[in-house]
């Protein structure tokens, strides 16, 4: 890679921030007297991603994965912050006539390949639409062969074309949903949890697909995932989220062989260890306080065994700390 190239990444997040409002209707409100309600579900999330590499996201239930995921590609305008691909303002462009073209180049894999597949469309249909609907190709011919390549490219025949989703079994349905989010060439793609709905014998395959892809094509990823083991697999980079923040960022073997946040290490002690089979494994400790009344200081501070004085009152920032980026006052002050 050029220095130019690793200057520039292919995707910049800068305090991304998305707020719902969650509160009672307005006339509720008035009579009960009761205040409106905002949900930061990201609150100030920066990243960079290289061009051919991946982010990952990892962190519990309701950290703001999936949120992060949908700003990126559009689906939500973000409250404060935003992204830039490659080098230029992506939610400024969405809004204008040229956002087709950059939603062209970002495309999204969701979770559940079932239910983002339309069940009464066969897999030719399926494939060809996002062709379609961006005009890249429009004869019955040319769409025919793009989709038999699409299909092959994930390991599918181009015989396959002509059935209906409900033919295929789980792994075969996330590669059409693949196939199909590869049809406009897109240089990025989010993936929120592409295999968690599938069966561990088959999810090794799609991933493996998937980076293979990758390397074929040099596509970006940006993977969230909660399963660690699948983040080990397939990530350069790791972001661990705590309720709308990100507390540690690092390249993957910095954050699995010396994680520095208590609430990273507290992931990773919940694992099974593959070569450590001496130590067990610590399930993950208390729960995640409600988004709507987070705790003052440091958001992890009532499960956190370091926390003292300082983190119940004082947010801790995120600071570059030995090429890692850490928010943790005890990583800063050295006592951990
Ligand atoms: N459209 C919405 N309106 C209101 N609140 C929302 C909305 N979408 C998400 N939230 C809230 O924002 C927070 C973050 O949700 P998000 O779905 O991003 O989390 P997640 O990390 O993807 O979780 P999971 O691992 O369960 O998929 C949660 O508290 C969720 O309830
Ligand atoms: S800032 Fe304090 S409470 Fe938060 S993770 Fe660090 S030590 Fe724990
Ligand atoms: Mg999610």
């Not at 939610?91 to 006539?97: G, K, L, M």
């Not at 030719?124 to 004869?139: F, M, R, W």
Request: hydrophobic share 40%; proline share 7%.
């Amino acid at each position: 890679m050029s220095d130019a190239t690793a200057a520039q990444p292919l995707v910049r997040a800068t305090d991304l921030a998305k707020t719902f409002d969650v509160s009672a209707p307005w006339l509720n409100r008035v009579l009960e007297r009761r205040p409106r309600q905002l949900l930061r579900a990201v609150d100030g999330v920066s990243f960079d991603i290289q061009r051919g590499q991946t982010l990952a996201l990892v962190g519990e239930s309701g950290c703001g994965k999936s949120t992060v995921a949908r700003l990126l590609v559009g689906l939500y305008a973000p409250t404060r912050g935003g992204f830039q691909f490659d080098g230029q303002d992506a939610h400024a462009a969405f809004r204008t006539p040229q956002g087709r073209q950059l939603r062209r180049r970002i495309q999204m894999i969701f979770q559940d390949p079932y239910a983002s597949l339309n069940p009464r469309w066969r897999v030719q249909d399926i494939v060809a639409e996002p062709l379609v609907e961006h005009g890249l190709l429009s004869g019955a011919g040319e769409l025919r062969e793009r989709v038999g390549e699409l299909l092959q490219s994930v390991g599918l025949s181009p015989l396959d074309a002509s059935r209906f989703p409900h033919q295929f079994s789980g792994g075969q349905r996330q590669r059409i949903s693949i196939a199909r989010a590869l049809a406009t060439h897109p240089e990025f793609l989010v993936c929120d949890e592409p295999t968690s709905a599938l069966d561990v014998s088959v999810q090794a395959q799609v991933l493996n697909i998937m980076k293979d892809l990758q390397r074929r094509q040099g596509l970006t990823y940006l993977f969230i995932s909660h399963n660690l083991a699948v983040v080990r697999h397939v990530s350069d980079q790791v972001g661990v989220m705590y309720l709308g923040r990100l507390v540690e960022l690092a390249d993957k073997h910095t954050l699995f062989d010396s994680p520095r946040h208590p609430y990273t290490r507290m992931l990773l002690d919940a694992i099974p260890k593959i070569h450590d089979t001496g130590r067990a494994r610590t399930p993950v400790q208390g729960e995640v306080p409600n988004p709507l009344d987070p705790p003052a200081g440091c958001a992890f501070n009532p499960r956190c065994p370091h926390a003292n004085e300082r983190c119940r009152v004082e947010r801790p920032v995120l600071h570059a700390i030995g090429g890692v980026r850490v928010a943790c006052h005890a990583v800063e002050e050295g006592r951990i």
